[in-house]
Nanobody, 123 residues
Framework: QVQLVESGGGLVQAGGSLRLSCAAS????????MGWFRQAPGKERELIAG????????FHADSVKGRFSISRDSAKNTVYLQMNSLKPEDTAVYYC????????????????WGQGTQVTVSS
């Protein structure tokens, strides 16, 4: 049984940092493309960062480029999202997801999803 468990969310002031973790079981993160998505109230879920199965190809949306960074630790079977210089508009529920192949922005192409972790950035 595959499980993706996100952690690390919380309340932070603007300008602060958080590191989200996505611990995987039942699959090996080194053989899947992993994506971080977020969904703000009233908005669609969107891809903000991804890392392909090889680990050498990453994607970051323009809205987070230079502030967020995706990485993975194969030994811990965990994917991370380091978030720096947080802004109130980063407030959302953050999800990790896995699919075989390369990173995609299409939600329906992801087979496995975590339950999400709330990130709230106060001004």
């Amino acid at each position: 049984q595959v499980q993706l468990v996100e952690s690390g969310g919380g309340l932070v002031q603007a300008g602060g940092s958080l590191r989200l973790s996505c611990a995987a079981s039942g699959l090996t993160v080194g053989t899947y493309a992993m994506g971080w998505f977020r969904q703000a109230p009233g908005k669609e879920r969107e891809l903000i960062a991804g890392i392909d199965y090889r680990g050498d190809g990453t994607f970051h949306a323009d809205s987070v480029k230079g502030r967020f960074s995706i990485s993975r630790d194969s030994a811990k079977n965990t994917v991370y999202l380091q978030m720096n210089s947080l802004k109130p508009e980063d407030t959302a529920v953050y999800y990790c997801a896995a699919r075989q192949g390369l990173v995609s922005a299409r939600l329906y192409e992801y087979t496995y999803w975590g339950q999400g972790t709330q990130v709230t950035v106060s001004s």
